[in-house]
């Protein structure tokens, strides 16, 4: 394959393009579904194409196919110099880049030091039983159930890329995913419900240990679902808070990342832009991104290349609540005088790369829960997610899927789903205190939206953080 | 292969795999799903230019296969391509996958039985004959009338959709449809900024029979921004009457009914409407239909993903519950008919860029709130209010990040003014806005006359609704 996109790569050169990227995705994705007693679809994706992006006096033209062909890579190649070259009159920003030295992977790179058994080595059978133990533990643990899913998910393969930097890029993508969802009912007769997770890139040993059984994960789920029968809603207003380290994590993502992606920043649409070097935090605030951070300790997913070819690294965006960095593409990289971040990132073949994530995360600081429950004193400590949302405005929301009202640092009931909001350069001069335990979250289920490109596998996290004031929506 | 062949090529195509299938088992069901689609897209922001093309194309196939005790094992793959030679491979891993299988769908009873096709939406010649660089002119117009309105106005950003194609289903109990669509789809979103204050706004506009005038769509949608710029925050808690816009009432609708009206989610035992038919669920002004068969909408086909032909359905008349939606599976287990509404747009609010790969479930087609009967538009809906409300205009962030099952929500509105005594005060920074879906539905106090198309699948009047939790 790796021949017929570098003859890609040379067409495009010969046509005209000041230079190609050429990449081919072959992913397999597999999911098992069990709701209640009842075996969903057994699923088998197979997702492989070619993508060919052509670069022409600024404009970018992208085109792809789903055949291996060399004349179809061919023709898309062609559509590709057309589409860039027809447009560029348009072209008022432009986003060129400088070629850099060859990157080579070598034989297909993969996360072995993360996965002793991959789940391709994994018959069916053991996965259907990971899921049945899953919902058999939620039924044992559950009470008032109206509806106990497990599923889980896979996602691997091969990504292959080369471009007119003479790099060739060989790597595989791994992210699998255990869930349990336990939808109880109340005496009231409303619906209430528990959720818990574990994904990432690992391999399926992560679900022989003691933290990521499928036990631990049916049993959490449903205690989870259990505690919010009597769960009250949130009040709704301006309270001190105290974030989990999972919504910590969409806070990173939701709230600051996608706000430094650089591409936003590029046209001046993010609050970000011209902000280098302000300090836009407290001295608690710390947010990474990184392809590559520490997965065997930490979580998360490991993206040791993007797809433009740039090597995946750690960048630091915010240290100490000082803007350092935002995340890049090579073209925003080059006009905002930076170093590409290894955040290129696109959806399927079917997409061209735009500035993505990787794993987002605050970083840790010196608290113990007890200590950063009693900084909190009188608020609400939010727990998990269900994600969130920003705008260009800084404007955001995530959702916690539960909590607790909090008392003099004593936690005194549960409370249901609630959103949190503000504005993120307000939010980040609210951070009081961050504790010591870092997660990082990932998976195959959900993921990122930007633009029309939705679900991208991310992961996110941090831990957990006081703030001295957020809006809660609840009851007035 | 072109617009006017497809559906007959890839009927062959479909025609030639179940033969393919039945040799390999004659007495398995399959079903195969064939997709099709050109896609072009042109985005221009601030000056940034990138322009995407090519077809997506892909297939998938599902097994059913009775055991001894007459129970199905049901698999489902699907790959990239829609080429015979990929197809007659992924029927064959279809089938391998089912042979292995150990565990039994219970529930599953026979795919989908043929019936007689409905009509397909408009068609398009002249979207057709377009080309991505010939977008390039319309965009450049959208932005310069965005730009001339305000020099507050700093980011212009188009996107132009173009899609032409269809899809084809069938299956060993004789269906065999297929449905094609040409659609054009604009969005714009635009920001404004004074000194430290910003504020954006997206708006989208679509056709599937030509590129629609879009002249005034950028000074509209620019006139708009300028106008929130200068939000206050109020620093209070309050219960207001909300007047939800066309796009934010759409996803109101969307958020909740769109999704508790899912047989799937009746049936699984998470619909909190599951035992209300014949209940009074909302005001009694409140009508609302599922309307499959709708010429201008996307989504309105000849026959829906498993080949069911697609139709009207009223689901909530004079506020009280009438049916849901089902696809063949689910009206099975629940002893109904199906209603046309199987899907493979995915579980997720805006529809998955790889259908193919999507398992069948069961989703709207395009929902329809009947206007109210004094016709009224926004100007009158805010006039006549009396004391304080709310009014919220476009997406309220994190509506769709809501549960089916609990109903309760909790957005935060950007666009959003302060209404006193009939007339707009001021724009906010933004409202926090929280309840429950069906207590909000009971609420409804107004319902203009305005309908609008909206990209949420919805096509609504503006709502007034009472009695929620807010935070400005």
Redesign the interface.
Known sequence: MIDKLQNAVSLGEELGASFVEARKDHLI?RTLE????????????????V?ITCYYK??????????NDQNDIQD?TK??YK??K????????K?DFDSFPPVKSGKTKKADFLIKKHPSSQD??SK?DLVNRVVDQAREYGKNI??IKGRYGELYGQKILTNSDQSIIDWEFEVIDLTCTV?SKTEEG????GFSHFGGTRGFEIFNTSEYSPEVIGKRAANNAKEQLDAK?CP???FRGLTENNLTGVLAHESFGHLSEA?FV????S?LTNKIGEQLGTECVTIIDSGVPDIKQYGGLWVPYDDQGIQGNETIIVEKGILKHYLHNRGTANYLNQEPTGNSRA??????PIPRMTNTYFLPGDLTEEEALELLGTGVYAIQT??????????????AKRGYWVDKGEKQYPL????L?G?ILDLLSKVEGATKDLELVSGYFGGCGK?????LPVGDGGPKLVFSEV?????? | MELENLKSELKSQLDTGLKFARSLDSEAQFEIFLYFMN?SN?K???????????????NAV?VAKKTSDNKFR????????SDLERIKK?IQ??YS?NR????????FQSFCYPKNEGKEGILSDELLAI???DL?PC??LIINEAKAIDERI??V?T?MILETGGFAIGNTNGVLGASRLTEFTCDI?I?AMEGND???TYKSVHSRKKIPELEGFGAETGRHTIQLLGGKRL?E???IPTIWDNEAAACYIRASLGQSSSGLYVV???S?LADKIGDRIANPAFTLIDDGQLPTASTTHSCDAEGYPQGTHIFVENGVLKTFLFNSYYSAIFGTDPTGNCSRRGA?I?PS??PY?Q?PSIDISTLRVKPGSKNKNEDDLISDIDGRALYVCSMP??IF???V????F???A?EVFLVENGEIITPL??A???GNFYTGLQKIIEIGGNVQWTPFGVETPSLIIDGL???V
């Open positions: 994705l069990r709701m209640n007693d009842v075996w969903k679809d057994i699923v088998i994706r197979t997702r492989s194409g993508g600024g404009a970018s033209g992208y085109a792809f196919t789903a055949s898309a559509q590709a589409l860039a027809a447009t560029a009159p348009a072209v008022k920003l986003l069916l059978d259907i109206s509806n939808t409303n619906l209430v419900y809603a709704a207003g301006r591409d590029a046209m001046g649409a609050p959806l399927h073949f079917g997409f061209y269900s994600g969130g949302q920003v705008r260009g405005d800084g404007n955001f929301v995530f959702k249901r789903e609630v959103s909001s504005n633009s029309d490109q939705y679900p809006t809660f929506g609840g009851k007035a | 896609r042109l221009i922001l601030e000056g940034i230019v990138e322009a995407n093309d090519g077809i997506i194309s892909g599902k049901v698999s489902f793959t699907s790959s990239s391509g992924n891993e279809c996958t292995s299988l150990t565990v039994e769908n219970k529930r080309t991505p660089s390039v965009s450049q700093k980011t950003g996107s979103k920001q910003r504020k954006d620093n808690t309050m219960f699984e035992g998470l909190p997720g805006f860029s790889l790969e398992v962030m994190g990040h809501s549960q099952s609990t109903g309760e909790s957005a935060v950007s920074k933004s926090s806005i929280a939790s807010i935070v």
